[in-house]
């Protein structure tokens, strides 16, 4: 059954919805699909408009309702159906708190992540890492452990106009990261059920976009879903939030069309509430959830020893950190203010202190947030239910197309209102346990975000990236590679686990790529 069947009756089944595919849709639904909207309907349902738009002082909206087409007048009275109105004031109020604090430094709230509390797998023995990832495989091999993807990026950086998880950095194999990551989770499903004689199944739950939907959804049947089982594969639809003006009036961007953005990766937890998710993931089981962007083509999804890590320590909420590679580095760390997790950012703090360092010479804040997750799902479900609208809003001014008085559509020069955002890491302070791993930066995080014009976080980068990280591979498990093109199928190891038999006392030239058929490579 193809996957958006699967969940369209999903959705009706559980949520009593019809069968309109996008979830977060769905709370208006009831005029959304009447398909001839009669006259009465249209002047009644304008009439509440108008009462709610008054309360909340945003009647400009319905400025040039007269002029436009029916088809248009419909289109705008389900945008402003989508609008919740009781969130506009206290979210305007909100980001306006927000913007003033914007340049405020946090240094004298600030404290390190205490070293019982960050475990560093460069400084951890084998034996110890060993037993976080038995347990860890335990618990994929009980099908308590689910993967969610943040995919609601598009290429644009990139020149290219799709989601950017069907992006090819020109790999020998020419898999994008999508067919990367899924082939990683079917390999670790593998790992588990050799570990422990059963097999679980890793669910992946997918975040889309408004834009990224469809091609997605296009694209992973066109694939076959890569071998996963079409029921563990589960999209939903990232939200979105109204775009204001500086004097908190929501912006037009059209006659017809309330301006809107994307509500950031911590829109996740609202979406998956929306969507029913979180109820899916309770009636599987489902017990811990790896969560991450899909734009770092080395993640080790459901990393079998971060899984084991946070589930011995009873952690409800962890993160992957990278160390800092100097003071300077424009990333947000992992440190405690005001006794309470959160990510500050770099320009949150002053030189002075990001230039601080311990006794052995390492930066005092150096756990760099590389978007790389873990959470209960006990603790996912406190968020949906009680903390989600307690999260910060993130601003940024920007240039913002809008209509004008006398109906026409301007693109400013400067910026002219703001865009309101939510970021994942933000529900990190409402955590009882939290904990986090440092993780080697050249084995776990290479970002792709820019054209190669860029030179740094791009296909190249994250092309080099990886053939280092599995020639490095097959040296450990004591073959030789010449030359530095070097490719690992996931189908033939995960994470360099296994290789001994195949490289051990073998040399290879460049290019070299092992994969799931004959050996492929020069001896």
């Not at 560093?120 to 335990?138: C, D, P, V």
């Not at 076959?224 to 204001?244: D, I, R, W």
């Not at 280092?468 to 004591?478: N, P, Q, T, V, W």
Request: net charge neutral; aromatic share 8%; proline share 4%.
């Amino acid at each position: 059954m193809p996957i958006c069947s699967f969940f369209c009756i999903w959705l009706k089944k559980n949520m009593g919805l019809n069968s309109n595919f996008n979830a977060q849709q769905h709370r208006h639904t009831h005029f959304r699909n009447a398909n001839k909207p009669t006259a009465t309907t249209m002047t009644d349902h304008l009439q509440k408009q108008q009462i709610r738009l008054a309360q909340v002082r945003q009647e400009h909206l319905l400025k040039f309702y007269d002029e436009l087409t029916p088809d248009k007048r419909l289109q705008l009275l389900r945008d402003l159906d989508e609008l919740d109105f009781d969130e506009i004031k206290p979210n305007w109020e909100r980001a306006t708190i927000s913007m003033n604090a914007n340049g405020i430094k946090l240094d004298s709230r600030m404290q390190p992540i205490p070293e019982d509390q960050i475990l560093s797998i460069a400084r951890t023995s084998s034996e110890t890492l060993n037993a976080y990832r038995k347990i860890g495989l335990q618990q994929i091999a009980k099908g308590h452990v689910a993967v969610l993807l943040m995919a609601g990026g598009q290429g644009t950086r990139l020149g290219f106009d799709n989601p950017k998880g069907m992006y090819d950095v020109g790999l020998q194999s020419h898999k994008t990261l999508f067919r990367i990551q899924a082939e990683r989770i079917l390999k670790l499903e593998q790992l588990a059920e050799e570990e422990c004689g059963q097999r679980g199944r890793i669910v992946w739950y997918i975040m889309t976009s408004e834009h990224t939907m469809q091609p997605t959804l296009n694209y992973l049947e066109a694939n076959n879903y890569f071998g996963l089982l079409v029921e563990n594969v589960m999209l939903f639809e990232q939200g979105s939030l109204p775009c204001f003006d500086y004097d908190g009036r929501i912006i037009l961007d059209e006659k017809h069309r309330v301006a809107r953005s994307p509500d950031g990766n911590g829109g996740i937890y609202r979406a998956m509430q929306r969507a029913g998710v979180l109820d899916d993931m309770k009636r599987r089981g489902i017990l811990y959830v790896h969560a991450h962007s899909v734009d770092n083509i080395l993640i080790k999804v459901a990393d079998p020893i971060f899984i084991g890590y946070c589930v011995q320590e009873q952690a409800d909420c962890a993160a992957k950190v990278v160390e800092k590679s100097s003071p300077n580095e424009a990333v947000g760390v992992v440190a405690i203010v005001d006794n309470k997790y959160q990510v500050v950012e770099y320009s949150e703090i002053s030189q002075k202190t990001a230039e601080m360092r311990n006794a052995d010479g390492r930066l005092t804040y150096s756990a760099g947030n590389i978007c790389n997750h873990f959470f209960t799902v006990a603790f996912l479900q406190k968020i949906g239910s009680t903390y989600e609208r307690k999260l910060k809003l993130h601003v940024a001014k920007k240039k913002i197309p809008f209509v004008d008085n006398a109906g026409n559509r301007l693109t400013p020069n400067q910026p002219n209102g703001i865009k309101i955002e939510k970021f994942v890491f933000d529900v990190f302070e409402f955590a009882e346990k939290f904990v986090a791993m440092e993780v080697p930066r050249d084995e776990e995080f290479s970002a792709l975000k820019n054209a190669d014009s860029a030179g740094k976080d791009c296909p190249s980068t994250a092309r080099d990236d990886l053939h280092r990280l599995h020639r490095k591979y097959i040296e450990k498990a004591g073959g030789t590679v010449h030359g530095d093109i070097c490719e690992i199928s996931p189908f033939v190891s995960y994470a360099g686990e296994n290789l001994e038999q195949l490289v051990a006392g073998k040399s290879f030239s460049s290019p070299v790529y092992l994969s799931e058929a004959p050996m492929h490579g020069h001896l």
